[in-house]
């Protein structure tokens, strides 16, 4: 299956930006050598929401296996409050939306 929204991704490497009162984010995506099963679209990715201090809130990354998940699927994830959940990567256009959606989500969590 080819996601043609990959170069889309792959643009924003790099990107970093505040969001609110000194939370921020970060985008890096990048091309691997070759393609397996823990990164079958062939691509390594981190999307990172920060506290001003530079804590990490919030993450969906594939840099490294899901605890107890089988060796044999694909490592993207998503890191949540200490907790590390298994996430289904469809494209990169969803991944990119599931993110902001929960960056929206945690920024209007403190508004209240």
């Given at each position: 299956?080819?996601?043609?929204?990959?170069?889309?991704?792959?643009?924003?490497?790099?990107?970093?930006?505040?969001?609110?009162?000194?939370?921020?984010?970060?985008?890096?995506?990048?091309?691997?050598?070759?393609?397996?099963?823990?990164?079958?679209?062939?691509?390594?990715?981190?999307?990172?929401?920060?506290?001003?201090?530079?804590?990490?809130?919030?993450?969906?990354?594939?840099a490294h296996q899901v605890p107890k998940a089988s060796k044999k699927k694909p490592h993207d994830h998503v890191h949540k409050e200490q907790k590390i959940v298994q996430y289904e990567y469809k494209s990169?256009?969803?991944?990119?939306?599931?993110?902001?959606?929960?960056?929206?989500?945690?920024?209007?969590?403190?508004?209240?």
């Amino acid at each position: 299956m080819r996601d043609h929204t990959l170069e889309t991704l792959l643009d924003l490497n790099g990107f970093i930006a505040e969001v609110e009162d000194g939370f921020w984010v970060k985008i890096e995506a990048k091309k691997v050598k070759n393609m397996s099963i823990n990164k079958p679209f062939g691509i390594k990715y981190s999307l990172t929401l920060h506290a001003p201090t530079g804590a990490r809130i919030l993450g969906y990354d594939n840099a490294h296996q899901v605890p107890k998940a089988s060796k044999k699927k694909p490592h993207d994830h998503v890191h949540k409050e200490q907790k590390i959940v298994q996430y289904e990567y469809k494209s990169a256009v969803k991944l990119l939306e599931d993110f902001w959606k929960d960056v929206d989500k945690f920024l209007a969590s403190r508004r209240h």
